[in-house]
């Protein structure tokens, strides 16, 4: 078995994607349903230039999206430091925006801190969650962007006051952010929480196409709204030389680096099927490669040792990266 692919809806109604309008999210979905794809990511401030969109389509899509488990976050404000973003009140009031805007009374799936709150207290950030469960506005709560220590401390704030605990973690991971597999996969582990990988393919620098000199029209491009932030997350030079490396040498296997790097986290990574992988796209085609990919299977010895040696060449780079 292996991790269950969720499409991430980061890039819904954002610019450069083919997902503008309710008809085009429709289609999409209908493919992704083909694919055996049933669950869906989203957040109140997908896509980040245009905040609530991603769930505004989601829910004018209604008659496909139903058919998908949803996934949402709470609101974050990128122009401050996320403080206060986790009082109780906040909480329910994003909740109740996305519920509205996501046309779905019933609740969603999994609830998510989209990323820490450095003001409001932990408890009280707890708290909020806890009480959206129980007005039967999620089944469940997860985190994201947070500290495996900030973790560690909400986890035994939950044992202290007999609250669910998180069950999910929403993380980087990649075959050049690996840094979850040492202190924070053991608390999951103890703790029976999923993890759901994003950014699997670096948000297409994996593709090869950055290193190779090809920005135009990717992600990481000067066109693209996010392309100045992802080459920097990115772009130092040792990481550039050794992907530029990994590309030539899986390329020699008559393999892609996307490829490589897809299959790697479906198959060799530490995620069991209990956990999940975003698979995010500007358009549908690319969605559809990466299913094909995912369903040739495992890779062969000598792809899977291209993959140890890239980490052993980035790790001292990308061992922060969470």
Avoid at 8 to 36: H, I, N, P, R, Y
Avoid at 45 to 57: A, D, I, T, V
Wanted: charged content about 25%; some cysteine.
């Amino acid at each position: 078995m292996s991790p269950q692919m969720i499409f991430g809806t980061g890039g819904l109604g954002m610019d450069l994607t083919e997902f503008q309008d309710v008809e085009s999210v429709k289609a999409a979905l209908q493919v992704f349903k083909g694919l055996g794809i049933t669950r869906l990511d989203t957040a109140a401030r997908y896509p980040p230039l245009n905040p609530g969109k991603s769930e505004q389509l989601l829910g004018e899509a209604l008659e496909l999206s139903r058919d998908f488990a949803v996934d949402t976050k709470v609101y974050t404000d990128t122009k401050t430091n996320g403080g206060g973003d986790l009082t109780r009140t906040a909480i329910a009031k994003s909740v109740d925006a996305s519920l509205k805007r996501l046309q779905r009374p019933e609740g969603v799936n999994v609830l998510y801190v989209h990323r820490a709150d450095p003001a409001t207290p932990l408890e009280e950030q707890i708290q909020g969650f806890v009480d959206q469960i129980a007005n039967g506005h999620c089944k469940a709560w997860g985190v994201s962007n947070v500290s495996p220590d900030m973790l560690e401390e909400m986890l035994q704030l939950c044992e202290l006051k007999g609250w669910p605990k998180p069950s999910y973690y929403q993380g980087t991971y990649n075959v050049i952010s690996r840094a979850m597999e040492t202190k924070l996969w053991p608390i999951l582990q103890a703790h029976n929480i999923k993890f759901v990988a994003f950014w699997a393919l670096a948000t297409g620098f994996l593709t090869g196409k950055f290193v190779n000199g090809q920005h135009a029209g990717t992600r990481l491009g000067d066109d693209n709204p996010l392309g100045k932030a992802m080459q920097k997350m990115y772009g130092q030079e040792e990481v550039m030389r050794a992907v530029k490396k990994f590309d030539t040498e899986t390329r020699a296997l008559g393999l892609t680096p996307l490829e490589v790097s897809i299959r790697w986290i479906f198959y060799h990574s530490k995620l069991t099927d209990d956990d999940g992988v975003l698979l995010g796209a500007s358009k549908v085609e690319q969605i559809v490669e990466n299913v094909a990919s995912i369903k040739k299977g495992p890779l062969s010895d000598a792809a899977c040792l291209l993959v140890e040696e890239l980490w052993e060449t980035v790790k001292e780079t990308r061992d922060n990266v969470m």
